[in-house]
């Protein structure tokens, strides 16, 4: 792994799985707030890993929780993504079905003590669900008996969104970075996990651009799987600068959401 072990061993200290209850009791003392990574089991084209929507943001979790001390929780790795399971290999949920985990997960919580939710989200196709799973949390309280207890809050960062991520894929990529399988994405799993990548030759090097719908649609519409992308241009290098500039993003929305900020 290319990114630094001082660093990747931080952030694994801060993960709720590798911790005890009365760890996590503790944390609880002096923080409400939670982390949590959100992505999908997916296609990314011949050459991306299948999980890289939640490789992505999983990583940069760490990264925050090492530099803030955020607490982690477990990865919410499967997503809305019906629309790429005409390839193998991908893994969805009904939106009713994530929104239903969702609260589950936030209510679990909650039931503890957590009131804050920083979602770190790598899929695109999450991004409504998760919308209408927070307006759903809102609702049982405000319908509820409990409709004077204080609001859970939410906050939903997209990575491959932040103000500092764009600017530099753009610098980076320009017009072939696409919006599936991006250079991207593919960029920050070659930082994460270079020993597991891919090389396979693409053709066109830069893939088709369109709308997509169902299932059968997206493949017959690209059918190696990418999006306005040429991945062949992704490498560690370009990953290692695209996870800084996301920590740069993050860290700073983590501390002013949890009111840790200097």
């Not at 939640?54 to 607490?71: N, Q, Y």
């Not at 503890?112 to 049982?140: C, K, P």
């Not at 994460?192 to 369109?210: E, T, V, Y």
């Amino acid at each position: 792994m290319a990114q630094d072990e001082q660093t990747w061993e931080a952030g694994e200290r801060r993960r709720l799985q590798l911790l005890t209850w009365p760890d996590i009791e503790e944390y609880l003392q002096t923080s409400s707030s939670i982390l949590i990574p959100i992505g999908s089991t997916e296609q990314h084209g011949p050459t991306g890993l299948l999980g890289t929507d939640a490789l992505c943001p999983e990583v940069l979790s760490r990264g925050v929780a090492a530099r803030t001390g955020a607490l982690i929780a477990p990865t919410l790795s499967i997503g809305m993504a019906q629309h790429h399971l005409g390839f193998p290999g991908s893994i969805s949920l009904r939106p009713s079905t994530l929104i239903a985990v969702v609260r589950d997960v936030v209510t679990s919580l909650a039931s503890q003590g957590f009131e804050r939710f920083f979602f770190v989200n790598g899929h695109g196709g999450n991004i409504a669900t998760l919308q209408a799973a927070f307006s759903e949390i809102h609702a049982d309280v405000s319908y509820g008996a409990q409709s004077n207890r204080a609001s859970l809050q939410f906050q939903l960062h997209s990575w491959w969104m932040l103000p500092s991520v764009r600017a530099r894929s753009a610098e980076l990529f320009g017009e072939a970075e696409g919006s599936h399988v991006t250079c991207s994405e593919v960029s920050l799993t070659h930082y994460a996990h270079g020993p597991h990548m891919k090389s396979r030759p693409l053709s066109p090097k830069i893939a088709p651009k369109g709308p997509i719908g169902d299932a059968r649609d997206f493949r017959s519409r690209f059918p190696d799987g990418r999006i306005g992308s040429d991945p062949t241009l992704a490498n560690a290098e370009a990953g290692e600068t695209l996870y800084e500039a996301a920590l740069e993003d993050l860290c700073g929305a983590w501390e002013e959401f949890t009111g840790t900020s200097e």
